[in-house]
């Protein structure tokens, strides 16, 4: 009796074990198809960047993005593309205090999903952002992650928080700002960019 109620119990582990193997060695083989990639450029109208615990937002009337995305098939979605340099153009944060945005080190762009819905999006997020933000009386670094989605359709990427993802901006490093802007405080980024060669990912 005590073997065969071992035996059972083994063969119950060992089928555990192969089933969470399979869905890890699944999740590792996820694959991307990108068309044409290489270098390209994107524009945005206003974006926004919240401080989740104050409420105050820094605001920029535009921006606009410059990088390179991998091409061809089998792709990993890890570091797809590259943000290697960024602009915003008239940042107001709080106040009414004008602020320049300047971003430190390559950011890379992450593809995690694929819908084959409304034309084809991509969703994902971008990682290692580090940004200094700097004015009169205020400055601030924002580090961290920001999902995100990209449309073939449209050729937008669309920088937007998803609830629950745990993809998080945070605020260090903070002087002055007037305790509007804290260290320690959690951000959101919303923005979106217009992606000017045209890329399809699937």
Wanted: aromatic letters at 6%.
């Amino acid at each position: 009796m005590r073997r065969q109620i071992s035996r059972i119990l083994f063969t119950g582990v060992a089928a555990t074990a192969a089933v969470a193997l399979s869905a890890t060695t699944a999740l590792a083989s996820t694959t991307y198809t990108v068309t044409p990639g290489g270098k390209y450029t994107g524009t945005a109208g206003k974006t926004v960047l919240k401080d989740y615990k104050t409420g105050v937002k820094l605001t920029c009337k535009s921006a606009s993005a410059k990088g390179r995305l991998k091409s061809g098939r089998h792709l990993s979605g890890k570091g797809i593309a590259t943000i290697t340099s960024t602009s915003f153009v008239k940042c107001t944060g709080p106040l009414g205090i004008k602020l320049t945005v300047k971003q430190s080190g390559i950011w890379l762009l992450n593809i995690t999903k694929y819908s084959s819905h409304h034309g084809g999006i991509a969703t994902g997020y971008i990682s290692k952002v580090h940004a200094t933000l700097s004015g009169s009386n205020c400055k601030a670094t924002v580090t961290g992650e920001a999902d995100g989605s990209y449309s073939n359709r449209t050729g937008d990427l669309t920088v937007k928080p998803v609830a629950k993802s745990h993809h998080l901006l945070k605020i260090a490093s903070v002087t002055g700002c007037f305790s509007l802007i804290n260290k320690g405080n959690t951000a959101g980024f919303t923005g979106v960019y217009k992606i000017k060669r045209k890329q399809k990912i699937t």
